[in-house]
């Protein structure tokens, strides 16, 4: 079975990056779509990015311009780079796995989250 592992959460001051990873295993890493979601307190969980096996990405809204997400597919591993981070950022990260397109729709899978906190 697919399991997915998140790290790299925590404290980090406004303005501050953190870079999460997660670690997949069960899958021929190289053939699954990665991505990942949020989840702010209080609110519903919202896509993130994607990245498909080739390494095409898709970001939700205007995640694009602080955030950056990355696979090595030699490590099974899909990494977000965060960066100019704010309050609002705050949220649970999940990481996802799924077959097909990059879309940001729902995942198959998904890690059990890391706590990001922006906070001063």
């Known amino acids: 079975q697919v399991q997915l592992v998140e790290s790299g959460g925590g404290l980090v001051q406004p303005g501050g990056s953190l870079r999460l990873s997660c670690v997949a295993s069960g899958v021929i890493f190289n053939t699954i779509t990665m991505g990942w979601h949020r989840q702010p307190p209080g609110n519903q969980r919202e896509p993130v990015a994607t990245?498909?096996?080739?390494?095409?990405?898709n970001y939700a809204n205007s995640m694009q311009e602080r955030f950056t997400i990355s696979r090595d597919n030699a490590k099974n591993t899909v990494y977000l780079q965060m960066n100019s981070l704010k309050p609002e950022d705050t949220a649970v990260y999940y990481c996802g796995a799924k077959w097909g397109s990059g879309s940001l729709g729902v995942m198959a899978y998904w890690g059990k989250g890391t706590l990001v906190t922006v906070s001063s």
């Open positions: 990245i498909t096996p080739g390494g095409t990405t």
